[in-house]
């Protein structure tokens, strides 16, 4: 049986309601399960998830256990998106107002700001990335060369992806169903294109695989002996193609000493694997000056020059837990989503769309995206000739479309770009914060007006400073998440039954003001204790293990704190 959800006269003009805050009922709803499925579609098609799949063999996992970790990761994390999804559903309304249930009408400002302020940064990295993309296509058409650093015209092209984003904002969430519905099975084609690209080029699904396991591998380093203090090698691992043969043809390494450096000049590699003594300096023993290694091939094209200082040798595979930071980092990609998805989930027009809509549609998505990532990433590898190193490998999709001579491929490549980006942009890092405004003002505040605000923020960020570290990013934001959704969950299964009093989450002095002050206590001490426990192993390096496990740990002394608190009234 449907609920009613038309709220009664005197709660209209109440200062807990407002156009896009009030619950939407069943007869207003458009989203079936293809919408729900698209949404993910759009959502999950983004370079983040590209560079985290890469991310993860440059740490030293293979292909196969990056794309085992992805995709369990992100089947744990549509576990609570639908948990969470059901009173989206039910009720019809956003994440600010089902949060009030459970930390209360002013203390879920708290939760949806945290979360809001967290996808701000999100929209100005994505809006960022958009931004590149118009940048390189202008300089295709004007035949310019980019520049490596910020120019004018890398904020000229953030302004237009940005004033994109807005137009969206400003049209509403049928404007978003719309992009999403279209974009998805562009996106989807794209990534089939990508992996014919590869596969032409490489000419083996099975090659370019095996191929690929050789990005795990560190090209140089420099040991010690453990008989002569002395004596020193330098090992050395350049990519071949794909009949083995190595890529490069000559090394160049040059030793700091005390005036400059003593160069050993060109030096023939034999073999894939190669070793060479090194003459011994103080300047390169003590760490503080590096050994200068690169490479080239027989067409004189010359690789990065790589920076070598010594250390312990040792080719053992990846401890447990840099698996376990790894799949922390995944499921706190979503963590976000996992807290507000009932912003979306609203529109659907039942709990089976939803459902199965964010099964389809995430976990699929984010594998088959991954996949795309390392197939077209080893290809990358085999087809051009002047890539002889796994420091060259071109990581992300901008640095391979930037590898393209045709203009047209180029401005085709950015295009696709520019819809994956701002599919996802819109979808996961507007709709969240727009709402978490317009919920501190609903009668002022619409969605639109909260969304442009949103989008200011997200400038004030500096997001061309925030990209630099995403894992690391991930898993921090993840001990700040995971608490707020152990709360939510645990309110709304193990203490509301599934139940709530839809009007009194409009009444300033109804029962989610808890006694008027508006903050549920029970909820702000086992956020506060949720959050502590997550992140203090970040500051602690014997408790660090509760920070590799952020969204974990606070999930669970949030959710197990709460219960306590709820059950002891």
């Known amino acids: 049986m449907k609920e009613n959800l038309h709220l009664?006269?005197?709660?209209?003009?109440?200062?807990?309601?407002?156009?896009?805050?009030?619950?939407?009922?069943?007869?207003e709803r458009t989203w079936g399960m293809l919408d729900m499925t698209a949404i993910w579609i759009g959502m999950a098609v983004c370079i983040p998830t590209y560079l985290l799949a890469s991310g993860m063999i440059?740490?030293?996992?293979?292909?196969?256990?990056?794309?085992?970790?992805?995709?369990?990761?992100?089947?744990?994390?549509?576990?609570?998106?639908?948990?969470?999804?059901?009173?989206?559903?039910?009720?019809?309304?956003?994440f600010p107002v089902f949060g009030r249930s459970s930390f209360g009408t002013n203390?879920?400002?708290?939760?949806?700001?945290?979360?809001?302020?967290?996808?701000?940064?999100?929209?100005?990295?994505q809006t960022w990335v958009g931004g590149l993309a118009f940048y390189s296509i202008w300089n295709v058409i004007t035949g310019q060369t980019g520049s490596p650093g910020l120019d004018v015209g890398?904020?000229?092209?953030?302004?237009?992806?940005?004033?994109?984003?807005?137009?969206?904002?400003?049209?509403?969430?049928?404007?978003?169903k719309w992009l999403e519905n279209y974009s998805?099975?562009?996106?989807?084609?794209?990534?089939?294109?990508?992996?014919?690209?590869?596969?032409q080029n490489a000419g083996s699904f099975a090659g370019v695989l095996e191929q690929g396991r050789q990005l795990q591998i560190t090209t140089a380093k420099l040991t010690q002996s453990d008989t002569?203090?002395?004596?020193?090698?330098?090992?050395?691992?350049?990519?071949?193609?794909?009949?083995?043969?190595?890529?490069?043809?000559?090394?160049?390494?040059?030793?700091?000493?005390?005036?400059?450096?003593?160069?050993?000049?060109?030096?023939?590699?034999?073999?894939?694997?190669?070793?060479?003594?090194?003459?011994?300096?103080?300047?390169?023993?003590?760490?503080?000056?590096?050994v200068l290694v690169r490479f080239r091939n027989p067409e004189m094209a010359v690789s990065?020059?790589?920076?070598?200082?010594?250390?312990?040798?040792?080719?053992?595979?990846p401890p447990l837990w840099m698996y376990l930071i790894w799949f922390t980092a995944m499921v706190g990609f979503w963590a976000t989503m996992a807290i507000s998805i009932a912003d979306i989930t609203r529109l659907a027009k039942s709990q089976k769309d939803q459902i199965r809509g964010q099964f389809l549609g995430l976990p699929t998505t984010m594998t088959f995206y991954s996949f795309v990532s390392i197939f077209v990433t080893s290809a990358a590898v085999i087809s051009f000739r002047d890539i002889l190193i796994v420091e060259d490998t071109p990581w992300d999709p901008v640095s391979l479309v930037d590898r393209f001579q045709d203009p047209v491929v180029v401005i085709f490549a950015q295009i696709a770009l520019i819809i994956a980006t701002l599919s996802t942009n819109i979808a996961a890092n507007v709709i969240a914060p727009a709402n978490a405004i317009a919920n501190i003002f609903p009668q002022k505040i619409s969605f639109a007006k909260g969304g442009i605000i949103a989008g200011v923020i997200g400038i004030a960020t500096c997001p061309w400073w925030l990209m630099d570290d995403l894992g690391g990013i991930l898993v921090f934001v993840s001990g700040l998440l995971g608490p707020v959704l152990g709360i939510l969950l645990c309110d709304y299964y193990l203490v509301r039954k599934?139940?709530?009093?839809?009007?009194?989450?409009?009444?300033?002095?109804?029962?989610?003001?808890?006694?008027?002050?508006?903050?549920?206590?029970?909820?702000?001490?086992?956020?506060?204790?949720?959050v502590l426990t997550a992140l203090i192993g970040y500051w602690v390096p014997g408790l660090h293990f509760l920070y590799t496990l952020s969204w974990f740990t606070g999930f669970g002394v949030a959710f197990g704190l709460y219960y306590i608190l709820m059950k002891r009234g």
């Open 498 to 530: 599934k139940t709530l009093a839809l009007h009194d989450l409009y009444k300033p002095d109804g029962q989610y003001a808890f006694g008027g002050s508006g903050f549920n206590k029970a909820a702000m001490i086992a956020l506060a204790a949720g």
């Open 184 to 199: 998805a099975p562009i996106l989807l084609i794209i990534g089939l294109v990508l992996i014919g690209w590869g596969y």
């Open 154 to 176: 890398k904020f000229i092209g953030f302004g237009v992806f940005w004033v994109m984003n807005i137009y969206f904002i400003w049209k509403g969430t049928e404007s978003i």
């Open 58 to 94: 440059r740490a030293g996992l293979s292909w196969e256990a990056a794309l085992i970790i992805i995709a369990l990761a992100n089947l744990v994390i549509t576990i609570p998106l639908v948990l969470s999804g059901h009173a989206g559903v039910k009720y019809g309304i956003p």
């Open 304 to 317: 990065t020059t790589l920076s070598v200082i010594p250390q312990r040798f040792t080719d053992e595979p």
């Open 8 to 27: 009664p006269p005197e709660l209209k003009d109440s200062p807990l309601n407002g156009k896009d805050m009030a619950p939407l009922p069943h007869e």
């Open 107 to 125: 203390g879920v400002h708290i939760a949806s700001l945290v979360r809001g302020i967290i996808a701000c940064g999100w929209f100005g990295i």
């Open 228 to 290: 002569d203090p002395q004596d020193y090698t330098l090992s050395l691992h350049v990519i071949t193609d794909m009949e083995g043969n190595p890529k490069a043809e000559e090394v160049q390494v040059l030793i700091p000493i005390a005036d400059g450096f003593n160069d050993l000049g060109w030096q023939p590699i034999h073999s894939v694997q190669q070793q060479l003594s090194i003459p011994f300096s103080e300047n390169f023993s003590t760490g503080e000056e590096p």
